[in-house]
T-cell receptor, first 114, second 110 residues
Framework: NAGVTQTPKFQVLKTGQSMTLQCAQD?????MYWYRQDPGMGLRLIYY???????DKGEVPNGYNVSRLNKREFSLRLESAAPSQTSVYFC?????????????FGQGTRLTVV | DQQVKQNSPSLSVQEGRISILNCDYT??????FLWYKKYPAEGPTFLIS?????DKNEDGRFTVFLNKSAKHLSLHIVPSQPGDSAVYFC?????????FGTGTRLKVLA
């Protein structure tokens, strides 16, 4: 029972390079999320997808794009990486976005932009 | 501006005693509050939640208290166990968009 799977787990990019972080969930959840965690900042929502076919901006969407490929998969793309995007990225999913619905998180992707 | 604050970066407690983790928020429109626990190199895991229409929710050793007038919530862990040592995040919000606090690192001493 995998839950939420993120790939890769670690990545080093040069400034200006692009990459896509992959996320897949096997719980048949409707809603999916991308967060970033920085020291002293907690987790901040980048984008979310309330249901298949929809995406919306969170607190810190600038510099990112997302694709809800199907119900299982939600990818995060950095078109031109910047050092400010060095962070740990977490994907999460929930049955719905309804009030109080718990989210299940992946193990995270540690991204360093040099 | 931080809408959700956890003012204590760290807390140490003896095994068997009570751990109290605190969280303050500024937005009175938040209608649900959640607590997550995070171990190193893992994603956060859900612990317990509370609706804004309640003032207490209990689940085993974990109890969350909400004081709406003070815009304050707390997580009580009784009794504390060494396996509870982790970073605890509170989160507040409405549908989909939850604001997380910066976390409190709890260390339970054996």
């Amino acid at each position: 029972n995998a839950g939420v799977t993120q790939t890769p787990k670690f990545q080093v990019l040069k400034t200006g390079q692009s990459m896509t972080l992959q996320c897949a969930q096997d719980m048949n959840h409707n809603s999916m999320y991308w967060y970033r965690q920085d020291p002293g900042m907690g987790l901040r929502l980048i984008y979310y997808s309330a249901s298949e076919g929809t995406t919306d901006k969170g607190e810190v969407p600038n510099g990112y794009n997302v694709s809800r490929l199907n119900k299982r998969e939600f990818s995060l793309r950095l078109e031109s990486a910047a050092p400010s995007q060095t962070s740990v990225y977490f994907c999460a999913s929930s049955e719905s976005g309804g009030a109080g619905t718990e989210a299940f998180f992946g193990q995270g992707t540690r991204l360093t932009v040099v | 501006d931080q809408q959700v604050k956890q003012n204590s970066p760290s807390l140490s407690v003896q095994e068997g005693r009570i751990s109290i983790l605190n969280c303050d928020y500024t937005n009175s429109m938040f209608d649900y509050f959640l607590w997550y626990k995070k171990y190193p190199a893992e994603g956060p895991t859900f612990l317990i939640s509370i609706s804004s229409i309640k003032d207490k929710n209990e689940d085993g050793r974990f109890t969350v208290f909400l004081n709406k007038s003070a815009k304050h919530l707390s997580l009580h862990i009784v009794p504390s166990q060494p396996g509870d040592s982790a970073v605890y995040f509170c989160a507040a919000g409405r549908t989909y968009k939850y604001i997380f606090g910066t976390g409190t690192r709890l260390k339970v001493l054996a």
